[in-house]
């Protein structure tokens, strides 16, 4: 497995890279290091979720590199791989992609793993040019850089006046944004079994809806029924796009981060139709995935720096949750087509994790061997792992129920 590791690292340039911390940064291959790899005994079927929300949990030296690590959760029968990589780096996707490559390198020494080249980021690979999107792009990260200025202040201006209480979900506390206790990530997965998995995408194939609104719509259902006040409310749901099919170069297999987020808000209600709501959101993930569309929030990206810590500022929390009654993440990669399989190794499962504060919760779904597999993420103290559990639950029994 360190030898599949080192041909890996060496045929994907951004396995190599650290961050030089400027006040704008840059990655650098300079003094590179080898990709760590832990080895750590299967207890039991669950020993691979402890690991992986240890890695969500820890933090990366982004000035030292590597950006990535892989843990081999080592098994008699059965074992796990995982890879934890900075964000910065590359989308789900291509962490996917990454996994199934050492697993075929570790199986077939004899596989072609040609070096490839560094890539420029995506948003300079994105196909034709709008016109405008310069402008647009100027705009908003000059707009965004004033509010990031602003900040401390308007931080001051929210702690003076708390949120209402009772108003809010009841999964949510009221946690100042300088409270001591440690955020931390964790995840939760569910596999639907292949009937029940062959149904979903009869009806979605029916009502001409991708599974990833119709995931999504289940998640703000679930979401909603789980305030302390279950009544109509918006919810902000992000659904992630992969940008693949539009760059000026085709990137193939290649570990990077070449996907968009397209956020959009449904208004919900307890009962309310998923189909209904899935509708919705394709109405906006349909659109979104034109190549102008893909132009627009290329030109927007450049104020993402900006856009990342005000996320994380009182103010912009206590303005979002007094607009919104929740916010969540949804993916899904469908049925990946590169898996390693009737090898002497052969993926069997792929589940995915992200560090996800400052969102209620995230999904991320993938089909294999007929079986859709759900992972959901979410953050402690700001939900409960019982009322994280419940809407787990609520949201594979929204996707499995008959009708």
């Known amino acids: 497995m360190r030898a599949a590791l080192k041909r890996v690292q060496a045929r994907h340039p951004l396995l190599q890279m650290r961050i030089v911390d400027r006040p704008e940064p840059w990655f650098t291959s300079v003094d590179a290091v ?7 005994r299967r207890d039991n079927d669950d020993t691979w979720r402890v690991c992986v929300e240890e890695e969500m949990n820890l933090p990366f030296d982004a ?12 098994g008699d029968a059965a074992s796990e791989l995982v890879c934890a990589y900075h964000h910065a780096l590359a989308d789900g996707l291509s962490g996917f992609m990454l996994l199934n490559e050492v697993v075929l390198s570790a199986s077939d020494t004899n596989a072609p793993l040609p070096p490839l080249p560094f890539r420029p980021p995506v948003e300079t690979l994105i196909a034709g040019a709008t016109r405008g999107t310069d402008a647009l792009g100027a705009a908003v990260g000059h707009v965004a850089s004033g509010l990031h200025r602003a900040s401390p202040l308007l931080d001051w ?23 001591p206790r440690p955020f931390r990530t964790h995840l939760l997965r569910h596999v639907v079994e292949p009937e029940r998995t062959r149904a979903l995408l009869a009806r979605c194939r029916q009502h001409g809806t991708p599974i990833q609104t119709v995931l999504g719509a289940a998640l703000a259902l679930a979401l909603t029924e789980a305030r302390a006040r279950p009544e109509r409310t918006t919810i902000s749901c992000t659904l992630a796009v992969n940008a693949r099919p539009y760059l000026r170069e085709p990137v193939a297999d290649e570990f990077g981060c070449y996907a968009f987020g397209v956020t959009t808000a449904v208004r919900t ?5 998923a189909i209904d709501l899935a509708h919705e959101l394709n109405a906006t993930l349909t659109p979104a995935r034109q190549r102008r569309s893909l132009l627009i929030q290329t030109a927007a990206s450049r104020s993402l720096d900006c856009a990342v810590d005000l996320a994380q500022s009182a103010w912009m929390e206590r303005l979002s949750r007094a607009a919104i009654g929740g916010i969540i993440l949804v993916s899904n990669l469908g049925r990946p087509a590169f898996l390693v399989q009737g090898r002497a190794s052969a ?30 993420m979410y953050v402690t103290p700001t939900m409960t792992s019982d009322t994280a559990d419940r809407i787990a639950l609520r949201v594979i029994a929204l996707l499995t129920r008959d009708g």
């Not at 590199?65 to 892989?70: D, E, K, T």
């Not at 201006?157 to 409270?179: L, N, T």
């Not at 209600?269 to 139709?273: D, E, K, L, N, Y």
């Not at 993926?347 to 992972?375: F, K, Y």
């Open 269 to 273: 209600h307890p009962g309310a139709s």
């Open 347 to 376: 993926i069997r499962g792929l589940s995915m994790g992200a560090t996800v504060r400052g969102i209620d919760m995230a999904a991320g779904a993938a089909t294999i061997d007929e079986r859709l597999g759900v992972t959901f």
């Open 63 to 74: 000035k030292r590199g590597p950006l990535v690590r892989f843990t081999l959760v080592l």
């Open 34 to 40: 080898d990709v760590p790899l832990r080895i750590i």
């Open 157 to 179: 201006v929210a702690r003076r006046f708390p949120p209402s209480s009772g108003r809010g979900p009841k999964h949510m506390e009221a946690i100042a944004p300088d409270h």
